[in-house]
């Protein structure tokens, strides 16, 4: 590639660029398969392989299975931590990570901020708040592109929910575009330069994102200077021409499927052809951003590493802890050493450490809360009990599965292959098979502990029968309909019971390929689900097992099939018996701590009866370990709720105005008739009491802040001021905190909410230490957005800053001038 290098050694893009045929760089512009880029080896542009995150890295193998990797907290658990410094830091881990998999493109962060409770990819994301989620998202970027890996900030915009995402227009008003959900984007465009950005599936006002001019020219690159690659989500490219004129440089996956066409337009159209090569100066330049032209990376998938760091380990655990937020405590927790401790619950035994959908991956480990502490206890008594179930489908046997491929109904087997479990989803084929048109013959066996009642279960993306020792059982092939399995492109789950005697019995699936409208082709998956009939009285036995305990531990919830993409949230209340559960073990047991794991707010009816709770999240493989740090005292529960947690769904400001069309739709749009009243703006307008306000958690010990003060009292065109308070760890232990600062503009020319978050600080005191935090703000700070002189602006006059602990607890108040008014044009 000498001839294309510049005087600087560098890869020469505009020299390559003309040496490029149009076909070639049509070529450029759609995935080869999954994963990857095209390489065009004439002039040694080799692949570029991307990866999903942002928990993650799995690499080029399936959602399910695969190559091992680390598996860290989920977007919500990192939002708790307030933490800027742990976002860089697990950005720096991520990449070699991601180079471990041979990717040089990983597919994070998520940050679209809450608008409701009910979005199914909540767990994911960080925060309710713009300001908060685009400074965790601006340190992961840094953190991940320091290392020479490319971040996509995702989904580029308005995904707020799952239902009817690929199709769904979001209508959302100017300010409240500008100000709650472009924000975030903004400030990591600006702040962090992402080397790429993923657009979302949906609308914006009847167009889709991957087609959106406004959105990807005008706003995007002209107006925030962005000069990295655009990619649509994968099956989210819907034309050729026009979505290459609109800016979007990558549909993914490959082949081409929506721009299929595309060198026959640019062909036909000068303006198309001369978009079409610009957009390939973005995909050669990322491949240059990311080293891969110096330094093509091993991309197969069976070369990928699965190469587990102990440093890793330790990072995901501190996190976990971090992120957890100790939501009461009534003085029982930390637990003392050598107690007797009762753990029970349906996520007891089972480590529940990541959401689902395409954030889900091969964990190096699942640490349990039950096996966390039994290794704290040490030579402590640690019992168990499950009490209940909060499965949404039937679980996966974890055995040997073995598959038949044919290229007809009962033609020759053409290739065999192995799994290691009862879910398949195929993204790769063994040679010689069309994942359009196959037939696959899966057999497993199973063991019925006991003669009894067990229920059997299938869901697909594509047609699928289930066979119990020869007979049917299932049928999801004649009787398929389209549900909510494998992101709206499988059915629902089909369930059936059987009676069984003690012992094997053997499975057998049929399955063939079934593309749906708006589908992905070869995409394929199926989930075998077996489990005795739940027993009646398991909570009665989980109580009588916690009563002769010193302290019950409750670990309740949900997991990564309630909480994914694809799907949204099936409510606030709890599934199943839980709520049960734990009024069952609190009345055995009086020192009973409750541990939740969820990826949002949910209900909880047996609060005021309960001494501890603990919100814990899906803090990644180290769970187990990271709760019992928490509950031993070992680690700080250092998070605040970056979400307000409502007291009843009744309270979700997606709901009071027009529960169809505000949420979750109607005819095909989502009407954002609340504006800008979202999560603690909602709280305030509404003067409604949440469960637990955002910002919300507290410590093992207490922290006073005093002393607020200004640098100045008045600020000016092209100023800043710094707000000041001193942070005392009035208590015995070691802890943190975070300072707080809202803005509340006196007398605004347009409606605005009450408080608004601004700025924020963690930090980290001794017993009786006191540290200074400073709180810088600009103009910015003070501003709104008026759409009717596409500006941001500030009016002259008085400001208050609200300086606290949570959104509900902010003490202290000073009071800023700003001199005169101020605006910021946008285009």
């Known amino acids: 590639m000498t001839d294309i290098l510049n005087k600087a050694g560098a890869v020469d893009i505009d020299a390559l660029l003309d040496q490029l045929t149009l076909e070639e760089q049509v070529s450029l512009l759609a995935g080869a398969d999954f994963w990857r880029t095209v390489p065009i080896p004439r002039l040694d542009i080799p692949s570029l392989k991307v990866s999903d995150g942002p928990a993650g890295v799995r690499g080029g193998g399936p959602l399910v299975g695969g190559v091992r990797t680390a598996a860290y907290p989920v977007g919500i658990a990192l939002?708790?931590?307030?933490?800027?410094?742990?976002?860089?830091?697990?950005?720096?881990?991520?990449?070699?990570?991601?180079?471990?998999?041979?990717?040089?493109?990983?597919?994070?962060?998520?940050?679209?901020?809450?608008?409701?409770?009910?979005?199914?990819?909540?767990?994911?994301?960080?925060?309710?708040?713009?300001?908060?989620?685009?400074?965790?998202?601006?340190?992961?970027?840094?953190?991940?592109?320091?290392?020479?890996?490319?971040?996509?900030?995702?989904?580029?915009?308005?995904?707020?929910?799952?239902?009817?995402?690929?199709?769904?227009?979001?209508?959302?008003?100017?300010?409240?575009?500008?100000?709650?959900?472009?924000?975030?984007?903004?400030?990591?465009?600006?702040?962090?330069?992402?080397?790429?950005?993923?657009?979302?599936?949906?609308?914006?006002?009847?167009?889709?994102?991957?087609?959106?001019?406004?959105?990807?020219?005008?706003?995007?690159?002209?107006?925030?200077?962005?000069?990295?690659?655009?990619?649509?989500?994968?099956?989210?490219?819907?034309?050729?021409?026009?979505?290459?004129?609109?800016?979007?440089?990558?549909?993914?996956?490959?082949?081409?499927?929506?721009?299929?066409?595309?060198?026959?337009?640019?062909?036909?159209?000068?303006?198309?052809?001369?978009?079409?090569?610009?957009?390939a100066r973005g995909v050669l330049r990322l491949i240059e951003r990311t080293g891969t032209f110096a330094d093509p990376r091993d991309v197969s998938d069976a070369a990928e590493k699965a190469t587990e760091y102990?440093?890793?380990?330790?990072?995901?655990?501190?996190?976990?802890?971090?992120?957890?937020?100790?939501?009461?405590?009534?003085?029982?927790?930390?637990?003392?050493?050598?107690?007797?401790?009762?753990?029970?619950?349906?996520?007891?035994?089972?480590?529940?450490?990541?959401?689902?959908?395409?954030?889900?991956?091969?964990?190096?480990?699942?640490?349990?809360?039950?096996?966390?502490?039994?290794?704290?206890?040490?030579?402590g008594t640690v019992t168990t009990a499950v009490g209940c179930e909060n499965d949404k489908f039937l679980p996966v046997p974890q055995v040997p599965v073995h598959i038949e491929y044919r290229a007809t109904d009962g033609g020759d087997v053409i290739a065999t292959e192995d799994k290691s479990q009862a879910e398949i989803l195929w993204f790769s084929y063994p040679a010689g098979v069309n994942p359009l048109e196959f037939r696959g013959t899966l057999t497993l066996t199973v063991q019925a502990p006991q003669d009894g009642q067990y229920d059997f279960s299938l869901a697909s993306a594509g047609l699928s029968r289930l066979s119990v020792d020869g007979v049917e059982v299932v049928d999801n092939w004649d009787a398929w309909t389209q549900g909510d399995t494998y992101f709206n492109f499988g059915s629902d789950e089909v369930r059936r019971s059987v009676t069984l005697s003690a012992g094997p019995h053997e499975l057998s699936v049929a399955f063939k390929p079934h593309v749906i409208d708006n589908g992905i082709a070869g995409f394929n998956a199926v989930r075998i689900g077996f489990r005795a009939e739940p027993d009646e009285g398991s909570v009665a036995q989980a109580a009588a097992v916690a009563a002769k305990a010193d302290y019950a531990v409750v670990c309740i919830g949900t997991n990564g099939d309630w909480e994914t993409e694809g799907v949204d949230r099936w409510g606030l209340d709890l599934p199943g018996r839980q709520n049960a559960l734990v009024d069952a073990v609190r009345a055995a047991n009086p020192n009973t701590i409750v541990v939740l794991q969820t990826g949002g707010p949910v209900t909880m009816p047996w609060l005021d009866s309960v001494p501890a709770v603990l919100q814990a999240w899906f803090p990644g493989q180290e769970a187990g370990h990271a709760i019992a740090d928490v509950l031993y005292g070992r680690a700080e529960p250092g998070g605040r709720l970056p979400q307000t947690f409502i007291a009843s769904l009744k309270d979700d400001p997606t709901h009071p105005l027009n529960p169809d069309v505000q949420y979750p739709g109607v005819d095909g749009r989502v009407e954002y008739l609340e504006g800008l009243y979202t999560g603690y703006r909602h709280v305030d307008r509404a003067e409604i009491t949440p469960l637990f306000p955002f910002g919300f958690g507290l410590s093992y010990t207490t922290f006073d802040v005093s002393n607020p003060q200004l640098s100045a009292a008045t600020i000016g065109v092209g100023e800043t001021v710094t707000a000041s308070v001193q942070v005392k760890n009035t208590g015995e232990r070691a802890g943190s905190t975070v300072v707080q600062l809202y803005v509340h503009d006196r007398v605004s020319r347009l409606d605005r909410p009450h408080k608004e978050l601004k700025a924020f600080a963690k930090v980290h005191l001794q017993p009786g230490q006191i540290q200074t935090v400073t709180l810088l703000l600009g103009l910015r700070d003070l501003a709104y957005f008026d759409d009717t002189v596409h500006a941001w602006v500030a009016d002259s006059g008085d400001f208050d800053l609200l300086i606290g602990q949570s959104s509900t607890a902010l003490p202290h108040t000073l009071r800023l001038s700003l001199s005169t008014d101020w605006k910021e044009y946008t285009s």
Not at 82 to 111: C, F
Not at 317 to 343: D, H, Q, Y
């Open 79 to 279: 939002g708790s931590t307030w933490n800027l410094e742990l976002l860089r830091e697990i950005g720096a881990s991520l990449a070699r990570e991601a180079l471990d998999k041979g990717a040089g493109v990983l597919l994070a962060p998520t940050i679209n901020v809450f608008r409701s409770a009910l979005n199914g990819r909540n767990f994911e994301n960080y925060a309710e708040d713009p300001v908060l989620t685009g400074k965790l998202a601006t340190a992961y970027v840094q953190g991940l592109q320091a290392a020479g890996v490319a971040a996509t900030p995702k989904h580029f915009a308005g995904n707020e929910s799952e239902y009817q995402r690929g199709t769904i227009s979001s209508n959302i008003p100017a300010r409240a575009m500008r100000e709650l959900y472009l924000r975030p984007f903004e400030m990591v465009v600006k702040d962090a330069d992402p080397w790429a950005i993923m657009t979302a599936y949906n609308r914006l006002d009847g167009v889709y994102c991957s087609d959106h001019p406004w959105l990807l020219e005008t706003v995007l690159r002209k107006e925030w200077g962005f000069t990295g690659l655009v990619m649509s989500d994968w099956g989210g490219t819907h034309s050729a021409g026009r979505s290459v004129r609109a800016g979007l440089e990558l549909e993914m996956p490959g082949p081409a499927k929506a721009r299929a066409g595309l060198l026959a337009e640019a062909q036909a159209d000068p303006a198309t052809a001369a978009a079409v090569k610009e957009r």
């Open 310 to 379: 102990p440093e890793t380990r330790a990072l995901i655990r501190r996190a976990g802890a971090e992120g957890m937020v100790l939501l009461k405590n009534t003085g029982i927790l930390p637990l003392p050493a050598g107690a007797s401790v009762a753990v029970v619950g349906p996520n007891a035994a089972t480590a529940q450490v990541m959401g689902g959908g395409s954030a889900q991956m091969n964990a190096h480990r699942r640490v349990s809360p039950l096996d966390g502490l039994r290794e704290a206890q040490g030579s």
